[in-house]
């Protein structure tokens, strides 16, 4: 199988493969990176990356979630000393209603 398409470019599969990963990864790292710097969900310590840190994660639950958080919210808690809190499945009408009242969990 080529990446190509008849006409030298993307075939529409290979491209919406690569762009789900791309996203996926784009996903992970936004969610990774919320624990690194100067963020602070909620920290008992003061500063950001560590220390005290909780980050909430929200996912659509199941074996999925469990996958998740193995796979990656486990091992990032583990190498940066926080503590990973896990909610879902998603429901945006609680996200809103947290965010509005500035108290998110």
């Not at 996203?23 to 990176?33: D, E, I, N, P, T």
């Not at 990032?76 to 945006?92: L, M, Q, R, S």
Request: with cysteine; proline share 3%.
């Amino acid at each position: 199988m080529t990446d190509t398409g008849a006409h030298g470019m993307l075939s529409r599969r290979t491209l919406l493969i690569r762009g789900g990963q791309g996203l996926g990864l784009l996903a992970a790292s936004g969610v990774l990176s919320a624990c690194g710097g100067g963020f602070s969900a909620s920290s008992s310590s003061g500063g950001g990356g560590g220390g005290g840190t909780t980050l909430t994660v929200v996912s659509f639950g199941g074996d999925y979630q469990k996958a998740q958080a193995k796979t990656m919210w486990a091992p990032y808690a583990a190498k940066n000393g926080i503590t990973v809190k896990e909610d879902g499945p998603t429901d945006n009408a609680k996200i809103k209603a947290q965010a509005e009242s500035g108290n998110p969990s």
